[in-house]
């Protein structure tokens, strides 16, 4: 069974600050995908960053980067310089022909 | 274009009436999907279209009733519904189902059953 673990179910930062969400997942499959998507309160589920599990290289997007893991099987995001409309639910997803998300850590940025 | 469009984006219906969401892509791609998801929960899996054929059914009751009409439109058919259907919808659309594209989604129908 493919599960997604996000341990952080609230977290907040100070403007500009670095915040790291944290993430565990676990799958017997060899080639799979790992996302992270912000939902704010509009709802509308945005696509942060991707990583695909066969490249070591961890992504990384203007202010936002992974830290992949993968004999770990650890995913963290790290959001470097936070601004106020980082404020959101932050999902992180995991993609094996089904998308399977973690139960989100909703993220308060405060100026 | 690199929408997903969902409509209405609000609906309240009581528990016998049929009501229909519809979701719009234009970005050509093959496969997409119906999630629904409770207030802060994440999105739950619901539908997989592949092809505009049904390839996946999360074991969803029959009064949610999917359809594909076309490469680009999906619907999702509702009928006597209950209170605890009540959520938002979202439809996404993704380039191949083959778990490795990436999901597009739509911004959602909030979907009230009074």
């Known amino acids: 069974a493919q599960t997604v673990t996000q341990s952080q179910p609230e977290m907040s930062v100070q403007e500009a600050e670095t915040v790291t969400l944290s993430c565990t997942y676990d799958t017997s499959e060899n080639n799979y995908y790992l996302f992270w998507y912000k939902q704010p309160p509009s709802r509308q589920m945005i696509l942060v960053i991707r990583q695909e599990a066969y490249k070591q290289q961890n992504a990384t997007e203007n202010r936002f980067s992974v830290n992949f893991q993968k004999a770990a099987k650890s995913f963290s995001l790290k959001i470097s310089d936070s601004q106020l409309g980082d404020t959101a639910m932050y999902f992180c997803?995991?993609?094996?022909?089904?998308?399977?998300f973690g139960q989100g850590t909703t993220l308060q940025v405060k100026p | 274009d690199t929408e997903v469009t969902q409509t209405p984006k609000h609906l309240v219906m009581g528990m016998t009436n049929k009501k229909s969401l519809k979701c719009e892509q234009h970005m050509g791609h093959r496969a997409m999907y119906w999630y629904k998801q409770k207030a802060k929960k994440p999105p739950e899996l619901m539908f997989v279209?592949?092809?505009?054929?049904?390839?996946i059914n999360e074991s969803v009751p029959s009064r949610f009733s999917p359809e594909c009409p076309n490469s680009s439109l999906l619907n999702l058919h509702l009928h006597a519904l209950q209170p605890e259907d009540s959520a938002l919808y979202l439809c996404?659309?993704?380039?191949?189902?083959?778990?490795?594209?990436?999901?597009?989604f739509g911004s959602g129908t909030q979907l009230s059953v009074l």
């Open positions: 279209y592949s092809y505009e054929k049904l390839s």
């Open positions: 996404a659309s993704s380039q191949g189902s083959r778990g490795r594209e990436k999901l597009f």
């Open positions: 997803a995991l993609l094996t022909g089904k998308l399977i």
